[in-house]
């Protein structure tokens, strides 16, 4: 039996300061970027054609170039994230769609220029066909809006955090609301930090991102309820250790299926960034960014919170129940017995059937 | 009762894998030897699986909305409204229009006593909104007082109509279940063009119907006797204008429409080549009572009484429509009132009691038509028609080679996935991998079932499902490593393993679902794809990562009589 890390022994909570600290700096620094940006009079987000519009150039060749090869013209030419679609029932016209805005000239001349690496355009007067030196004639040149426009952003942002609320209440119900509480904060930090690398490194955003940080959310959430899990579990067999130990332990036994299971994921989509391609790199990116950090904040982020909450639930509940020293009246959380020891009090029992 | 209990397992799982492979290569075909070979395979998956317009292309429709109707209509409404208010104000008009044509969109009244100018202006003003002058600049000349839209105000005006129109055919896209299509205007900014492309679709000139539908609704009173006098009707345009004894003019409270009773229309009428011209007309009253605005709900259902192939339409509306239309079919009983649609009287019917929130639009509908002009009605009127201008097919728009690149990529990571399991878990590194490859199969036909369409948004769904699977199998098998490392035997370890395991896969594929299902309820284009993949999946990864999984390992105990050690 080939094993990975067996019988670990770190102190994951001892480090949480060093953890928070950096999420706290990663997040600063994103922040930072997407100020910077906004006040240099450029956008925090390097937004693509779907969230900006642009122009649509419509160009009809005598030799139509390889999609892979008008692209490259393109990114030759500083014109970076194009949609190139080719028009399948006219087979020698192709759509480009840049994200470059103004009324039609400035990107009809940028495209133009690309274009002209495989040969000159057709004299404005002449027809392709008649003109034995050009190889290509720009037939049309529209603006056009946004595919995603202010509504489907604040729709697909309204969506999502009620998505969080379903997960917040389900992990309440079968854990205890701090989890539901820490799970959703860790994947807020998820988010938030891959947002920052997009404004910091000026990835552009697509429509496709948005389903990327989606993926992200479901692999954090479900990374921190593997160790919530364990957790769980251990409160109900080890009713006498600290939380604090309790969720050490279990980061520790988890380890190997963490390692083993991020790195996989994280291996395949290394794949996707190194060989998928210009067209999949903001996507395959941030399911990379997600994976790291989905991983990364189930230990350092959701971890700690919760532990850090319990303990002073624990805490209001031993001082409520030493100057009572009875049930308070519909209190679930009080403790009969204030001994020195961890209290188990009505709560833990609960985690630990659950 | 371990050996009967691995048979009820066996069997289940022959039962599934058979009909998720007869659902991916039949039920269009039956299937031959040559489906399983890699070409077969491939062209098998390429006709049973829709794929999106990112994936595989589909239509690019470019259309214009007409707002100069749009602006012609609204005029027309503010003279007709600026005549009724000085009148109500006892001012005597010698006449009063819209003129509208080329770019003036203007209200214009002849006053029978120019000197009153300004009163009237005051008392039109009052009720009608022309006195907003960033819209209406007010100018005299002789006995006319004329209100013309600005310049700045048409093209706001018709800018706004614009965005509503892309709004509203944006939620009829949506209601007719077409995934993901791009929606965006097109064009210079004052050429009112919105260009959508969508992905593959059964019968796109239905689609281009419904979109284009006006879908106007208006309850309307029929002026004429009530009942049980029958309802008033003229055999000519001309004889209804010539029962109003105004000269030949229609005053301005008055309209004459086309009366289409019974009638095969689809949600665009005008389109129709079969459609009759109207043999009736009516005089109706204008303002209507309501209009379409003031809609809730609209179904279709089949005609009570009438042959089976007959479908009306039920309609409900809001509160405040609900209101309006009481108190007015309240004060109205026994007069006739006429349903409106774009324009033409589709029925006429007198009040018998007082209504508040609902109606019928009868007329001789097919199931079909009355299922598109409810879904029409539903996502509200076009403030403008619409016309196509330019109808193309387009390409994959993430380009056939980025796609390529895109599936060698997931190869590759796949690949590495498998090899990896089989190396580090040896024998039950097989079982994780045949758990794979039926998720794998399970999931496409799952998405052949639904008629869910494929985008990358919905890939990336698949990828999280394949993560996730992933992580089934190594919670279990590091669990019952474990339990083996404690000391415990063989069955028993597998045993422990699946049972603690279980509860982890339970929580997060639960929660994963959950949060799911609001993405797939309340969320539109990506998010939408996104979900529909990732709850098909780990609804199946339940079944083949555990349920499968746990078979395999019985299966593999139940050999031996003993079992000193396992491939894990």
Redesign the interface.
């Given at each position: 039996?080939?094993?990975v890390l067996?019988d670990v022994n770190i102190d994951w909570l001892g480090n949480r300061l060093w953890f928070i600290g950096v999420s706290v700096l990663l997040m600063l620094a994103g922040l930072g970027a997407a100020i910077i940006h906004q006040a240099t009079g450029r956008q925090a987000f390097n937004l693509g054609v779907?969230f900006k519009?642009g122009t649509?150039v419509t160009a009809k060749f005598k030799q139509r170039p390889?999609?892979?090869a008008i692209?490259n013209a393109l990114t030759s030419k500083g014109i970076r994230d194009a949609?190139?679609?080719?028009?399948?029932?006219?087979p020698d016209t192709v759509?480009i769609k840049v994200p470059l805005e103004g009324?039609?000239q400035d990107g009809r001349a940028r495209v133009r220029e690309a274009l002209n690496t495989f040969g000159p355009e057709t004299q404005p007067a002449q027809e392709l066909e008649s003109d034995p030196n050009a190889a290509y004639k720009i037939i049309g040149t529209?603006?056009?809006?946004?595919?995603?426009g202010a509504?489907?952003r604040n729709?697909?942002v309204?969506?999502?955090l009620?998505?969080?609320v379903?997960?917040l209440i389900?992990?309440g119900a079968?854990f205890e609301w701090t989890y539901g509480a820490a799970a959703v904060i860790a994947v807020f930090h998820d988010v938030l930090v891959t947002l920052g690398f997009f404004s910091l490194f000026q990835i552009e955003v697509s429509?496709?991102v948005?389903?990327?940080l989606?993926?992200l959310?479901?692999?954090s959430?479900?990374d921190t309820?593997?160790v919530f899990?364990?957790i769980r579990?251990n409160r109900k067999l080890h009713r006498r250790d600290s939380l604090y130990k309790i969720t050490n332990d279990s980061i520790n036994?988890?380890l190997?299926?963490t390692v083993?299971?991020s790195g996989?994921?994280f291996?395949?989509?290394l794949?996707?960034v190194?060989?998928?391609?210009?067209?999949?790199r903001g996507?395959?990116l941030a399911?990379l960014i997600g994976v790291v950090f989905g991983t990364y904040s189930s230990v350092a982020i959701a971890s700690p919170i919760m532990v850090w909450w319990e303990q002073r639930i624990e805490a209001a509940n031993r001082a409520a129940t030493l100057s009572f020293n009875q049930p308070i009246k519909g209190g679930v959380r009080s403790s009969t017995k204030p001994t020195g020891r961890e209290p188990i009090t009505p709560r833990a029992r609960k985690a630990g059937r659950a | 009762m371990k050996k009967k209990n691995l048979l009820t397992r066996v069997i289940i799982i022959a039962l599934v894998t058979i009909t998720g492979l007869y659902l991916v290569i039949g039920p269009r075909h039956r299937p031959h030897l040559k489906d399983f070979t890699w070409s077969g395979i491939k062209q098998t998956l390429a006709s049973n699986i829709h794929l999106g317009l990112?994936l595989q292309?589909g239509s690019?429709l470019v259309m214009r909305v007409k707002t100069e109707e749009f602006l012609k209509r609204l005029t027309e409404e503010d003279s007709i409204a600026a005549q009724n208010a000085a009148k109500d104000a006892g001012f005597e008009l010698k006449g009063g229009r819209a003129d509208t044509g080329g770019n003036t969109y203007r209200v214009v009244l002849e006053l029978a006593d120019p000197s009153k100018a300004n009163e009237v202006k005051d008392a039109v003003q009052k009720k009608v909104e022309l006195g907003d002058t960033s819209v209406w600049s007010y100018s005299t000349s002789g006995d006319q007082i004329s209100w013309t839209m600005t310049g700045a105000a048409q093209r706001t005006l018709a800018d706004n109509a614009t965005t509503q129109a892309l709004?509203i055919i944006e939620s009829r896209i949506n209601a007719l279940g077409i995934t993901e299509p791009?929606?965006?205007?097109?064009?210079?900014?004052s050429s009112h063009?919105i260009?959508l492309q969508m992905p593959g679709v059964q019968d796109p000139e239905r689609v281009k119907d419904i979109l284009k539908g006006e879908s106007r609704l208006e309850l309307v009173h029929v002026v004429g006797p009530p009942s049980p006098s029958p309802a008033t009707t003229y055999a000519t345009e001309q004889e209804a204008i010539a029962s109003l004894g105004s000269n030949g003019t229609v005053p301005p409270n008055r309209r004459v429409l086309p009366y289409a009773e019974r009638m095969e229309l689809s949600a665009d009428s005008s389109k129709d080549p079969n459609q009759q011209k109207p043999k009736q007309w009516v005089v109706v009253e204008t303002p209507a009572i309501i209009d379409g605005s003031e809609l809730r709900n609209a179904t279709a259902v089949p005609t009570q009484g009438g042959r089976s192939t007959d479908f009306e339409i039920n309609f409900s509306l809001k509160k405040s429509g609900a209101d309006k239309f009481g108190a007015w079919t309240g004060a109205h009983i026994n007069e006739y009132m006429g349903v409106v649609l774009n324009g033409e009287v589709k029925s006429i019917a007198y009040i018998k009691s007082q209504i508040f929130d609902s109606g019928q639009i009868t007329g001789r509908f097919t199931k079909q038509s009355a299922e598109d002009l409810a879904l029409t009605l539903r996502s509200g009127a076009l403030p403008a028609p619409i016309e196509y201008l330019e109808e193309?097919?387009?390409?994959?728009?993430?380009?056939?080679?980025?796609i390529r690149?895109?599936v060698?990529?997931?190869v590759?990571?796949?690949a590495?996935?498998v090899v990896?399991m089989l190396f580090?878990y040896r024998g039950s590194g097989v079982n994780a991998v045949v758990a794979l490859i039926l998720n794998m199969i399970l999931m496409i036909a799952g998405l052949i079932m639904f008629g869910a369409t494929l985008t990358?948004?919905g890939i990336?769904?698949i990828?999280?499902t394949?993560?996730?699977a992933?992580?089934s199998n190594?919670?279990i098998f590091?669990r019952i490593?474990?339990e083996l490392?404690s000391g415990k035997t063989v069955p028993s370890a597998v045993d422990l393993g699946f049972q603690?395991a279980f509860?982890?896969i339970i929580?997060?594929h639960?929660?994963?679902v959950?949060?799911?299902?609001?993405?797939f309820v309340?969320?539109?284009?990506?998010?939408r794809?996104?979900a529909v993949t990732?709850v098909i999946g780990l609804l199946i990864n339940l079944f083949s990562a555990v349920y499968v999984s746990r078979t395999i390992f019985i299966w593999e105990l139940s050999r031996k009589e003993k079992v000193e050690s396992l491939s894990?």
């Open positions: 039996m080939f094993q067996h779907d519009g649509v390889h999609d892979d692209r949609v190139v679609q080719p028009i399948t029932d006219k759509l009324e039609g529209d603006a056009v809006g946004a595919i995603a509504q489907l729709k697909a309204a969506v999502t009620a998505a969080l379903g997960i389900y992990i079968r429509l496709n948005i389903a990327a989606l993926t959310v479901g692999f959430v479900n309820i593997v899990d364990r579990e036994q988890t190997s299926r083993i299971t996989l994921v291996l395949s989509v794949a996707m190194l060989f998928g391609g210009e067209v999949l996507f395959s399911l | 990112d292309g690019h709004n791009t929606l965006q205007t097109h064009g210079a900014q063009q260009l193309r097919t387009v390409g994959p728009s993430l380009g056939q080679d980025s690149a895109g060698r990529a997931s590759v990571g796949l590495l996935v990896f580090y990358l948004p990336a769904g990828i999280l394949i993560g996730m992933v992580d190594v919670l590091e490593r474990e490392r603690r509860v982890t929580d997060t639960v929660t994963t959950i949060s799911s299902l609001f993405l309340f969320g539109t284009g990506p998010i794809g996104f990732l894990i």
